[in-house]
């Protein structure tokens, strides 16, 4: 079991920044890589950005266009999503997510691939 535990959402206007963290506890030994998600009302959840443990190889959505940054602390087993010019479309639901399969590409950017999942934290981006 990899327990995952996001933290930074909030509001903030178009142009902002934020800092997303997620904080892995538990058998972490047995995590590959980690994924960040988003979800809106209605849609599908959606892959954001991911990041190797060993690694620290990267893999980001085409919508992220250099606005995001993923990186990690070993160390802490945390990862972090920050967030710079922000728009009101990325307001979002952000899920961090465990990958463990250590076959095929780690950075996944499919969701079915990650098998554990935080509770979410809200970011809204207002215009």
């Known amino acids: 079991q990899v327990n995952l535990a996001e933290s930074g959402g909030g509001l903030v206007r178009a142009g902002g920044s934020l800092m997303l963290s997620c904080t892995a506890s538990?058998?972490?030994?047995?995590?590959?890589?980690m994924g960040w998600f988003r979800q809106t009302p209605g849609k599908e959840r959606e892959f954001v950005a991911s990041i190797s443990w060993s690694s620290g190889d990267t893999n980001y959505a085409d919508f992220v266009s250099g606005r995001f940054i993923v990186f990690r602390d070993n160390d802490e087993n945390t990862i972090y999503l920050q967030m710079n010019s922000l728009k009101p479309e990325d307001t979002a639901v952000y899920y961090c997510a465990s990958h463990l399969d250590p076959s095929g590409r780690l950075t996944t950017s499919n969701a079915y691939e990650y098998e554990y999942w935080g509770q979410g934290t809200q970011v809204t981006v207002s215009s």
């Open positions: 538990g058998r972490t030994y047995s995590s590959k890589a």
